[in-house]
């Protein structure tokens, strides 16, 4: 479901905001999970539902804009202008999002 929003926040919002902000929701998301004497959360089912809910939404606003980000670091760390060699932007977003989608399926 987040992917819809996702697709609709990202065009508004700079990528890297958007990635912070999604961490930030899943640190509540992960409080919200157990419970903890700590800050005074009991041990309730709704809670944990509630944290279930809110890590699989705020997951969706990681992952998808991570590829992105993660192949235009390549361009910046190699300093490679994109468009200028269009066989080797095909190999980057290739490896990028074959790299992306192995190392996601492992975690």
Same mark, same amino acid.
């Given at each position: 479901?987040?992917?819809? *929003? @996702?697709?609709?926040? =990202?065009?508004?919002?700079?990528?890297?905001?958007? $990635? %912070? +902000?999604?961490? &930030?929701?899943?640190?509540?998301?992960?409080?919200?999970?157990?419970?903890?004497?700590?800050?005074?959360?009991?041990?309730?089912?709704?809670? *944990? @539902?509630?944290?279930? =809910?809110?890590?699989?939404?705020?997951?969706?606003? $990681? %992952? +998808?804009?991570? &590829?992105?980000?993660?192949?235009?670091?390549?361009?910046?760390?190699?300093?490679?202008?994109?468009?200028?060699?269009?066989?080797?932007?095909?190999?980057?977003?290739?490896?990028?999002?074959?790299?992306?989608?192995?190392?996601?399926?492992?975690?």
């Amino acid at each position: 479901m987040s992917c819809i *929003l @996702v697709n609709f926040i =990202a065009g508004r919002m700079p990528r890297r905001l958007l $990635i %912070f +902000i999604s961490f &930030l929701l899943l640190t509540v998301s992960n409080i919200f999970q157990g419970p903890s004497d700590f800050l005074g959360l009991p041990d309730n089912l709704t809670l *944990l @539902v509630l944290g279930y =809910a809110l890590d699989g939404l705020a997951q969706g606003f $990681i %992952f +998808i804009p991570l &590829l992105p980000d993660a192949i235009e670091a390549v361009y910046i760390k190699e300093e490679i202008v994109e468009g200028a060699n269009e066989e080797l932007d095909i190999v980057i977003s290739d490896y990028g999002a074959g790299l992306y989608g192995t190392f996601y399926s492992l975690g």
